[in-house]
């Protein structure tokens, strides 16, 4: 079955504590994106990665890294994590540009 | 930065009413034009995609975009109980970056 998938699906983690999302697609899809949903705000683009090796920035990408060393993982990294992370995260891949965006199940993030 | 606005909702329509959602768009340079349904605790899934000024017609969905006015709708025909979701407006400019309204909220009402 085609899909993209996070995880872990739910996390509560601690400030400070460095942690990972991971995120893999089997679509070989060259577009992978990291999205923040919060209350009122909608999806916000926090980094993009047009290809193997190649990341940008998107809207909101204070506090995030990103890394893509194979083409279908795409794993989100919070070094320091703050309270204002806490949000919902999800990874969606897309074919290429102009094109349907798939998403995964998204990941609840909450930082104490 | 560019930015996405939509009409604020919640939108309530009564089964078998036509819904309309609204959405412009500040970045002239937007070359392509979606709408994503997201159901509660779920995740967003494409519903429309359109790329050319005029209408788009797909089952129950119309989606019209009008580039001069930086304007794309979508309307909904004989809404249903399973259209209640939140419809979430989305553009891509040339630099591939999706950037995505805050949404507007629908309730069919049975």
């Known amino acids: 079955e085609a899909q993209v998938t996070q995880n872990p699906r739910y996390l509560i983690t601690v400030t400070g504590k460095k942690l990972t999302v991971t995120c893999s697609q089997n679509?070989?899809?060259?577009?992978m994106s990291w999205y923040r949903q919060d209350p009122g705000l909608g999806l916000r683009q926090i980094y993009y990665?047009?290809?193997?090796?190649?990341?940008d920035k998107g809207d909101v990408p204070e506090g995030y890294k990103v890394s893509r060393k194979e083409k279908r993982n795409f794993p989100l990294i919070l070094e320091s994590p703050s309270p204002n992370q806490t949000s919902l995260y999800f990874c969606?891949?897309?074919?290429?540009?102009?094109?349907?965006?798939?998403f995964g199940q998204g990941t609840r993030l909450t930082v104490v | 930065q560019k930015e996405v606005e939509q009409n604020s909702g919640p939108l309530s329509v009564p089964e078998g009413a036509i819904a309309s959602l609204n959405c412009t768009y500040s970045?002239?340079?937007?070359?392509?034009f979606f709408w994503y349904r997201q159901y509660s605790g779920k995740s967003p899934e494409l519903i429309m995609s359109?790329?050319?000024?005029g209408d788009k017609e797909d089952g129950r969905f119309t989606a019209q975009l009008n580039k001069a006015s930086q304007y794309v709708s979508l309307l909904i025909r004989d809404s249903q109980p399973s259209d209640s979701a939140t419809y979430l407006c989305?553009?891509?400019?040339?630099?591939?970056?999706?950037?995505f309204g805050a949404g507007t909220t629908v309730t069919v009402r049975a």
């Open positions: 359109i790329y050319s000024n």
């Open positions: 989305a553009d891509e400019s040339n630099d591939y970056k999706l950037s």
């Open positions: 970045d002239r340079v937007s070359q392509s």
């Open positions: 990665s047009m290809n193997v090796e190649v990341t």
């Open positions: 679509m070989n899809h060259e577009y």
């Open positions: 969606a891949s897309n074919p290429g540009p102009n094109t349907e965006a798939f």
